[in-house]
């Protein structure tokens, strides 16, 4: 029962301490009776806070630790503490600003009320917002790592596919040489069986003249021995060896494809680094004399600006027009493709999984060939794409230059989505020049080679896009110009590079350091491209050839 409406007990007003109280300042800590309840309220230099006693909140003041006995009701300021009156009054807190404690509680407890609101309307919905997501992620983790997994279950089943071909191939190969030498043989026994015929009659005549005594045919008879002493020559045929190479796993590896460095992003985008992966390959030598294999005829009126391989014995060639083909070595059209807008392609590249891929710097679009569909996979604003290439890890690198031909960067890409920028130098300057020209190849130890026509140099930079090195001609040759165009990178990580004035090709190692040249008679070789038993092809700008060439 409240005490209120106890018979026993007559709780009074702590004011007029004559009349029933009715209510309580919680502020104040009194007791109040109705008539009261006005007066106390007329002080409006106080927030009072009234309400009926039944209502009231029971506080809980804490005794001072200096004087026994009583509580600390008071609030000093200065030493942040409860006090009591007697605290007050003392030397001790002399000076110092005194407040009541019950002011200092209601500020406590609106802002603990702010607190608790912003806890529950704010903050914690935030976590369990982050909670679903990372759930959801999880439930995702599963089939995306399952999708990757029947990736490389493909990515084998295309090797076998290769390997069986290869070796079907080596067997018609082995069988044509074989029957061919069995031919050569067969023909060498006919001639000596020939002549040992020839021999068994003359013996057999020989023998009848001997027998017969008969003067005319002794007398008339001619010696053939002569003839026959020279016998027919034997041919000696060596059966051909197959000198396979010693497989390179490290190499085998990297042609079946690695996969992106695990990249885990914060809120605040810290990034989690990973080792670059490096990829070392069984060396092989370069040939003094580079060769001619084959001649393709594009048939593009001038201007070959690219050749992109799509195996050994197909390339994809663009030019002068909005037309992108395929050829044999044997120069036959296998099929071609027509831009979606019409517009001249700037550059091609094939992908991993052999889609034709393409630039089109007039709409400001990279685009995606898959069964003749054309699908415009990234868009661009403010910047123009000019050159691509493909890498080990299927992403796509594009170099692009700005509307207002100040500025030029590399982008990787990841389909449709950005997944890294390259611009500037640790010192914060351009990495690249304005110009548009920019060819860019990935090599085996995942550098990003980029030809800087405008610069007259190739700009290599590692994975992460910190410089390694610029290369601006062979440091023995200073009287010549550099005009570098084209690029490419083979499975030695030597950096190949089309000297397009000079007609010749640049041969670099991966640290930047010059080889030697390839000639082979070339006219302004402008697009170069590598396929994967190391062949060279290489796009003739003006006489619009393709050009197939052995340097290993």
């Known amino acids: 029962m409240d005490p209120l409406h106890r018979a026993q007990i007559i709780l009074l007003c702590d004011l007029c301490k004559t009349a029933h109280l009715q209510s309580h300042c919680e502020r104040c800590d009194i007791n109040l009776c109705q008539t009261c309840v006005g007066e106390h309220l007329s002080d409006s230099s106080i927030r009072h806070k009234v309400v009926l006693y039944k209502y009231r909140k029971s506080l809980n003041y804490s005794k001072c630790t200096d004087h026994a006995g009583e509580l600390s009701k008071h609030y000093c300021e200065k030493c942040d503490i409860p006090v009591c009156s007697t605290c007050v009054s003392s030397s001790k807190h002399e000076g110092h600003d005194i407040s009541d404690i019950l002011e200092k509680l209601n500020a406590k407890t609106e802002s603990l009320q702010n607190d608790l609101e912003e806890l529950k309307t704010k903050i914690y919905p935030r976590y369990e917002v982050m909670v679903n997501d990372v759930q959801r992620e999880k439930a995702e983790l599963e089939t995306n790592y399952g999708k990757l997994t029947t990736a490389a279950d493909q990515q084998g089943e295309i090797f076998h596919q290769e390997i069986t071909a290869i070796v079907k191939r080596r067997k018609s190969d082995i069988q044509e040489i074989k029957n061919k030498h069995l031919s050569t043989l067969n023909i060498n026994t006919e001639e000596i069986t020939k002549k040992m015929a020839e021999l068994k009659q003359i013996i057999s005549d020989l023998k009848s003249i001997l027998k017969s005594n008969d003067v005319s045919l002794t007398s008339t008879y001619k010696s053939r021995n002569s003839e026959f002493r020279l016998v027919p020559p034997k041919f000696r045929v060596t059966v051909p060896s197959l000198s396979a190479q ?102 091609i590249a094939v992908t991993r999984d052999g889609y034709l891929v393409y630039t089109d710097d007039i709409n400001k679009t990279v685009n995606l060939v898959k069964n003749k569909q054309i699908e415009t996979i990234i868009t661009l604003h403010g910047w123009v794409p000019r050159h691509v290439c493909s890498t080990a890890s299927d992403n796509l690198l594009v170099t692009m230059y700005s509307d207002d031909y100040k500025q030029s960067k590399v982008v990787r890409y990841s389909g449709s989505t950005e997944k890294q920028t390259i611009q500037f130098n640790n010192d914060g300057r351009p990495l690249y020049s304005s110009g548009h020209y920019k060819y860019i190849s990935e090599n085996r130890n995942l550098d990003i080679c980029v030809a800087d026509w405008s610069a007259n140099a190739v700009v290599v930079v590692n994975q992460s896009g910190k410089l390694r090195f610029r290369y601006t001609g062979n440091p023995y040759n200073t009287k010549q110009s550099f005009t570098p165009v084209g690029i490419t990178t083979d499975s030695q990580s030597h950096i190949l590079t089309a000297d397009i004035n000079n007609h010749r090709i640049h041969i670099l190692d991966q640290d930047g350091h010059f080889l030697r040249y390839i000639h082979c008679d070339l006219v302004n070789p402008f697009g170069l491209c590598v396929d994967i038993r190391d062949n060279l092809f290489v796009a003739e700008r003006n006489t619009t050839k393709v050009k197939e060439i052995q340097y290993f």
């Open 246 to 347: 010693k497989i390179n796993k490290d190499q085998l590896n990297g042609m079946f494809g690695s996969l992106s460095p695990l990249s885990i992003n914060t809120e605040h985008g810290d990034t989690m680094k990973s080792a670059e992966a490096v990829s070392s390959t069984q060396a092989k030598p370069l040939l003094d004399d580079p060769r001619l294999t084959a001649t393709i005829h594009t048939g593009y009126k001038y201007k070959l600006s690219s050749v992109s391989c799509l195996s050994e014995e197909q390339v994809w060639t663009c030019g002068s027009n909005e037309i992108m083909k395929l050829f044999n070595l044997q120069s036959k059209l296998l099929t071609s493709i027509q831009t979606k807008s019409g517009n001249k392609p700037a550059d």
